[in-house]
């Protein structure tokens, strides 16, 4: 697919991105290609995010992306479930603080509830709501991880409908 | 924890794509072509998330390893850093060949997507330093 300048940003329908929608969500989607090139942003690059008040970041980060006319997104998996704290780079620290173990099992709970599947399918719905892709997720799986934990985890990218994550 | 992930990769049919990192003399990372192509070598499911700012400041020629292994590359990160384990720094000034791969990508037709990180801070908001760097990328691919 060829675009020109002019056309970069511009909103029209494309065919892959549409089919890969819930069925309940589908939105005109922003294609970012150009000169057949599909262009796209990890969401951590629009950090720090402004803080609004009553709105929820992740509606923040969606309509700086629809500003800035990008379609495609690796999404930071931090936009799910509570945080885990004093991590490196996603992975557990080489001394476990008593901060961390807690909001480790605070995380592995909530990623085995069914409350994170419906968190998911939200953040899901969301973006197509916008017309924008989750090409990936960004997700780092800490050493401590267990197999029911993981396949909870590969459970939730499915129903994100992507087909591939980005890992450390 | 790669071995880990190939049942789940096998039984769910979502590849793990691997971020290349620059600490080329550390063993448990991912950041030579070496290192990636034992990683590969663990299942058919694994692939690369080639970031060519992190693999040009290891001194690795991404050009290269994009067009020979661009059969298990899902996508490139891309920044701009300088070689020898250098800064991240405004893009147009340092070694990563953003030109060459988003060109290579553009003229071979590989279906890679080019997904930007942000890493060099600037003096914007982030919402324009992102801006900026996409328009940087829809230059190179349109002249």
């Given at each position: 697919?060829t ?34 090139v ?29 500003q ?37 099992v ?7 509830s ?13 973006f197509?709501?916008?017309g ?36 450390n | ?93 340092g070694d990563t ?14 279906p ?32």
């Amino acid at each position: 697919m060829t675009q020109s300048r002019r056309e970069f940003g511009k909103l029209f329908v494309s065919g892959l991105s549409f089919a890969a929608l819930s069925n309940h969500a589908r939105a005109a989607a922003i294609d970012s290609t150009v000169r057949g090139v599909r262009l796209g942003i990890t969401t951590g690059s629009l950090n720090p995010l402004p803080e609004v008040p009553g709105r929820d970041k992740l509606d923040v980060l969606i309509e700086q992306c629809t500003q800035l006319g990008v379609g495609t997104v690796e999404l930071a998996s931090g936009f799910f479930g509570p945080p885990v704290l004093g991590t490196i780079g996603g992975k557990a620290p080489k001394v476990l603080t008593p901060e961390y173990l807690r909001s480790r099992v605070a995380q592995r709970e909530w990623r085995l509830s069914p409350a994170s599947f419906d968190e998911v399918r939200k953040v899901r719905d969301k973006f197509a709501s916008a017309g924008i892709n989750i090409f990936s997720i960004s997700n780092t799986f800490a050493d401590d991880v267990t197999d029911a934990e993981m396949d909870a985890m590969f459970r939730q990218m499915q129903a994100l409908n992507i087909k591939l994550f980005q890992t450390n | 924890m790669g071995p880990r992930l190939v049942p789940f990769a096998e039984k769910y049919k979502i590849f793990p794509s691997f971020h290349t990192h620059a600490e080329v003399d550390d063993p448990n990372e991912i950041a030579t072509p070496e290192s990636l192509a034992k990683l590969l070598a663990l299942s058919k499911d694994f692939r690369v998330c080639l970031d060519i700012g992190h693999f040009t400041a290891g001194n690795n020629d991404a050009v290269a390893y994009l067009r020979d292994h661009r059969d298990r590359i899902t996508h490139i990160h891309v920044k701009d850093r300088k070689k020898n384990q250098g800064p991240n720094v405004e893009w147009g000034t340092g070694d990563t060949p953003i030109r060459g791969c988003l060109t290579l990508i553009r003229d071979a037709h590989y279906p890679i997507p080019c997904i930007m990180e942000r890493e060099f801070k600037g003096t914007q908001t982030a919402l324009e330093e992102t801006r900026k760097d996409l328009e940087y990328m829809r230059r190179i691919l349109t002249s």
